[in-house]
């Protein structure tokens, strides 16, 4: 801190406050937060209580969870079986018909790690490949089941520590961890209860407490059993934890982050992997625990900065960085060591050498100290309200609420889905919960709408009142789902009365889905005219907003047939990689269903919709279809030039559908269509 002039030595906490704007626009403020928290919550929520006992449950986590939105932020997600369980001692031993029971054995594993004893069978293929034995004991082997599991998601991921990593369209990195669930806390961490005096909150301890832990597949590299030990995961408490600060420790977080990226790991190659984003986090926890600032607020951002910076320097001297629940468990245990150790130590004595003056090396957090330095009678202002347009909150509702989908293996699984959502509709939710239940309910309606249908089309031939009945009520659901829905969800109506061969009323409906779509003030892929859009609807409720503004992408999942012309695409994914949804962009889609339509009405128009798909699909820049949505939309271009007989047009954009991202897995689907061109002509 002394390298600063000392005409603002006493503007510390002026630069804090301009700091922590300049944080609320790269990070988001405490509001935007919230928005992408709550719509994450509610999803995980659901998805819980509404899948079946053989069903496998998903987990976004990591930064994006916690809030991130930073360039570069990797997307993190944790699976589990949900019929197997892991009790951390016998007493807890219960001979139940559909779990699987595993017992965790830290008898000679290292703090944070166990063995895990298979107890009962499993039905998964991979868990009975990874079985090992030990001293006559079954044990599910950490290493060989991270090697059977790596790709299960995403093909062709490579592993890297308990995940299988990759990269979607060069632009998204993933990271996709297999574990197991134990509803019980372990002994190892029994301390962090005792040490939660003051912080987190008793409820949150009591939470977190509640919700166990996980176990992912990876072993101590010093232990014993390296390729059989799981590694003790406090993902799920960490989130808890971090939902538990307030926004100026949150936005301390994010800043060692910043600083991380951009002026830790820029000293040295040999340097540069050593720290990472867990650390800054563990810091972060530690700080506030111990106490060491009083107040965490905007004046006291770059305090709260120096006093963990000085916690992680005080840590890489030591060579111990202690575990936020289980401190025993050293995370820097054979990664910072040695003449390795020497030199970080040493880079990051030479940054605090320099004082605070040291965050002037990022680029990034450079400006925001520079203006006040040199301008100390500069007025900020850190209410938050002053930030953020009520625009911007919406396009960050819509963009967080819009990919929420549920998935229910069957119809079985329907009345325990909307029984759950009829019990959440009246718990006190969030207008962010809200909103995601309001797009996660249309979206099971179009499920069932679609279900329904395609069990009377092939269950009922010639019982006309059960059909007749079947699709009065999928047309009402369909009806109900957009009237929850947003603009593009009147396409699904379109689609089902294309499929029940309604084509004039289909295209009755595209052609009032065309107009609300040509609204200056419509809100598509995050874009949106503020000015017009405030003017038409400001003040309005989120519901007409929805519906009257906001588009977005369709996604169909590939359990169910919704037009027969997609059919092909739909099992391809299914086929390929379990992929559950087809993603197609909204203008995509409704030139497509267009085309398909007039065929039976007016083939003039019906070559204008075709004209209008190749124009968009051709020429696009990324306004219309987004880039990871490409191999489908030339996939929809190549079946209509397929069905006109143009063959050679077709031919091309299947191999132009072949040459993008596959990002919906169709590739086998477009490998046949080309197959069926080149053998019959």
Known sequence: MESFPPRIGNGLQHMSASLFVGMCQ????????????????????????????????????????????????????????????????????????????????????????????????????????????????????????????????????????????????????????????????????????????????PEVVDDIIRNGIH???????????????????????????????????????????????????????????????????????????????????????????????????KWVYEGFCPNFFIPQNNLFLTKIHGPAQNRL?????????????????????????????????????????????????DVELVRESSGASIHTKNLCGLPKAIHTIEQLVYSPLTHNQ?????????????????????????????????????????????KLAAKFGCVSDILYIAMYYYKTFRYREALSVLEMTKVKLAQPYLMYMGRVDRERYTEALGGHSWSTKMRQAVAKDLTLDNSICYISDLFLEQQSALHDTTEPILFIPVFVMLHFLEFLCYRHVDTTLSQAALDELQVLVHHDQGQFVGDIYRDISWEILGICQQITGNLQAALYSYKQSLAQYPFNNIQTATHRRIQDIVSHH
């Not at 009975?128 to 950490?142: E, G, M």
């Not at 990051?348 to 680029?363: M, P, R, V």
Request: contains cysteine; hydrophobic residues 35%.
């Open 215 to 313: 176990f992912v597949a990876i072993g101590h590299p010093l232990g014993p059993h390296k390729n059989e030990e799981w590694r003790i995961s406090f993902s799920q408490a960490e989130y808890k934890v971090v939902n538990s600060l307030n926004h100026c420790q949150f936005l301390t977080y994010g800043l060692l982050k910043l600083f991380l990226k951009e002026v830790m790991n820029q000293q040295s190659e040999d340097t540069n992997k050593l720290l990472c984003s867990y650390h800054m986090k563990t810091t972060v926890f530690w700080a506030i625990q111990q106490n060491t600032l009083p107040h965490w607020c905007p004046q006291n951002l770059l305090a709260g900065f120096w006093v963990c910076f000085k916690l992680l320097l």
């Open 345 to 393: 130590f040493l880079q990051l004595h030479e940054l605090y050498k320099k004082g605070l003056s040291c965050l002037l090396h990022s680029s990034t957090i450079r400006s925001y100290i520079i203006d006040v330095m040199y301008n100390p009678t500069l007025s900020i202002c850190t209410d938050e309200s002053t930030m953020r347009s009520q625009v911007d909150y």
């Open 26 to 201: 790269m990070v988001g403020t405490s509001k935007q937060v919230a928005i992408r928290r709550e719509t994450a919550d509610i999803e995980d929520m659901l998805d819980r209580q509404i899948k079946p006992n053989d069903d496998v449950i998903e987990m976004l986590s990591g930064s994006y969870r916690e809030g991130f939105r930073l360039k570069g932020s990797d997307m993190d997600y944790m699976f589990w079986p949900k019929d197997h369980q892991v009790i951390l001692d016998m007493s807890k031993y219960c001979n139940t018909a559909n779990t699987t029971l595993i017992l965790s054995d830290t008898s000679e594993s290292p703090p944070g790690f166990a063995l895990l004893e298979l107890l009962t069978r499993s039905r998964y293929i991979d868990v009975q490949l990874a079985c090992v034995t030990i001293n006559d004991r079954v044990y599910i082997s950490s290493s060989i089941y991270r090697q059977l599991t790596c790709s299960s998601i995403y093909p062709n991921s490579t592993v890297h520590g308990p995940c299988g990593s990759g990269c979607i369209a060069e632009t998204i990195e993933y990271d996709t961890a297999w574990s197991f669930v134990s509803e019980c806390w372990p002994p190892s961490a029994s301390s962090w209860i005792d040490r939660c005096h003051s912080w987190p909150s």
């Open 434 to 478: 809200a909103v995601t239940m309001r797009r996660l309910t249309a979206y099971l309606f179009q499920y069932t709408a679609f279900q329904l249908k395609n069990i009377y089309m092939y269950t009922n031939t010639g019982f006309n009142k059960q059909l007749y009945i079947g699709d009065k009520m999928s047309c009402q659901m369909l």
